[in-house]
């Protein structure tokens, strides 16, 4: 599973001081530990500012691609921004997101055919997040419809079926399975994201629900997530669950990040 690094983002407090005070350091080293923890992508968001937005996502941008060239996750709702930052890449990004709004995917999917990227489309509209499998799955026939229209190939749209949190719904979980259920039966080449730990806001004891979550959706054929890769239980819940599904060849990357230190080494050997 590719694992797309969610800390720069500027809905954080520590993130948004950072922006507006103009500290690479903090950034590039945010950038650093998250590439050196595995992220197949950095996932970057400048915050909530639209008038500066373009500006904060290209000085993010230039300050991560200084120190490390994994591509990025452009992480914004706004064509201009998101056509101002796609400039400044170095490597082909991934545009997140799109989603059923009619501006969202005139504005942005000219930018993903042009550019050849890949693109994450939420399962909601414009408006409401949609409380059933049979609404997001109707959702997700509009935005694919639109994306072949604009020439994307399948494989290059990851759907992402929206992780609620459990707290106010205990079915979330559920209605997230059973979505990428019916998805992947209808758009096989697909891929797939969660934004992971939104699944636990405001439950106690958070990283149990979110690895309990991750394991299940890596077992549904989740293939990317954003999420903390510094979060040490949680790489090895998923390195354990790929392990177990048979998709590490060898034991390799297991026994690698065990000698690495990833794992709770000590409790083992009690
Ligand atoms: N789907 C898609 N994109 C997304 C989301 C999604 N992008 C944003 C978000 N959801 C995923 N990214 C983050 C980034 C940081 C944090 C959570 C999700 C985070 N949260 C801390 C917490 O949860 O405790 C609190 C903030 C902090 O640390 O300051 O860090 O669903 N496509």
């Not at 106690?204 to 890769?229: E, K």
Request: one cysteine or more.
């Amino acid at each position: 599973m590719e694992i797309i690094g969610e800390k720069i983002n500027g809905t954080r407090k520590r993130v948004a001081q950072a922006i507006a005070e103009r500290d690479a350091g903090f950034i590039r080293d945010l950038a650093c530990k998250q590439a050196e923890a595995g992220s197949a992508w950095l996932d970057v968001n400048a915050g909530t500012h639209p008038k500066q937005e373009a500006d904060d996502l290209v000085w993010l941008i230039d300050n991560i691609q200084a120190v490390v060239d994994t591509p990025l996750c452009l992480d914004s709702a706004n064509p201009e921004a998101l056509a101002v930052a796609i400039k400044a890449v170095n490597k082909t990004p991934i545009i997140n997101s799109i989603s059923g709004e009619p501006q969202r995917l005139e504005g942005i999917l000219p930018l993903v055919a042009e550019y050849g990227c890949r693109v994450i489309a939420l399962a909601m509209g414009e408006k409401k997040i949609p409380g059933t499998t049979e609404a997001r799955v109707t959702v997700v026939h509009t935005v694919m419809e639109a994306t072949r229209l604009a020439g994307i190939p399948d494989e290059h749209v990851y759907i992402d079926p929206l992780a609620m949190t459990i707290s106010t719904n205990t079915q979330s979980g559920s209605i997230f399975l059973e979505t990428m259920r019916v998805v992947r039966e209808a758009y096989p080449k697909v891929h797939f994201t969660a934004g992971l730990s939104n699944i636990s806001f405001g439950l106690p004891a958070r990283s149990y629900v979110n690895r309990a979550f991750l394991t299940l959706t890596l077992a549904a054929g989740l293939d990317s997530a954003i999420l903390d890769p510094l979060d040490r239980d949680l790489r090895a819940a998923l390195l354990a669950a790929e392990l177990v599904l048979g998709r590490d060849r060898h034991c390799l990357n297991y026994t690698r990040a065990y000698r690495a230190g990833v794992f709770d080494n000590a409790k083992d050997k009690a």
